[in-house]
């Protein structure tokens, strides 16, 4: 069993900045791409920022692109995520996963078939 730990989640303002971390302590990253995913009670989780396992793949939707940015630090086993000029609808329990496939190419729309899920980081943007 993989464990996935996220942190950096908190209470901001409209406009301010966060940076999600998220670690997989025991088991490395490098060969696998990762993903940040948001839920909200009452809606389905989404991803909000995905990555292949190289990092030559992202993929951010296009209501959070510009102000998201996923990178992998394979060197300090550490996916981020930064969030930039956060709104109240960013608002939401972020979730860390790790692929299970190995070296997955592309990663369209953070479409993982199955994938390992860390606890969450609540985010919480006031307007």
């Known amino acids: 069993q993989v464990q996935v730990a996220e942190s950096g989640g908190g209470l901001v303002q409209a406009g301010e900045s966060l940076r999600l971390s998220c670690t997989t302590p025991?088991?490395?990253?490098?060969?696998?791409?990762m993903g940040w995913f948001r839920h909200v009670p009452g809606q389905v989780r989404e991803g909000r920022a995905c990555?292949?396992?190289?990092?030559?793949?992202?993929y951010i939707p296009d209501d959070v692109k510009g102000r998201f940015t996923v990178t992998k630090d394979n060197a300090n086993n550490t996916l981020y995520l930064q969030m930039n000029d956060l709104k109240p609808d960013d608002t939401g329990m972020y979730f860390c996963?790790?692929?299970?496939?190995?070296?997955?190419?592309?990663?369209?729309?953070?479409?993982?078939?199955?994938?390992?899920w860390g606890q969450g980081t609540q985010v919480t943007v006031s307007s």
């Open positions: 025991g088991s490395s990253i490098d060969d696998y791409a």
């Open positions: 996963a790790r692929d299970r496939k190995f070296r997955r190419v592309g990663v369209r729309r953070c479409s993982f078939e199955s994938v390992y």
């Open positions: 990555i292949d396992w190289n990092g030559r793949s992202t």
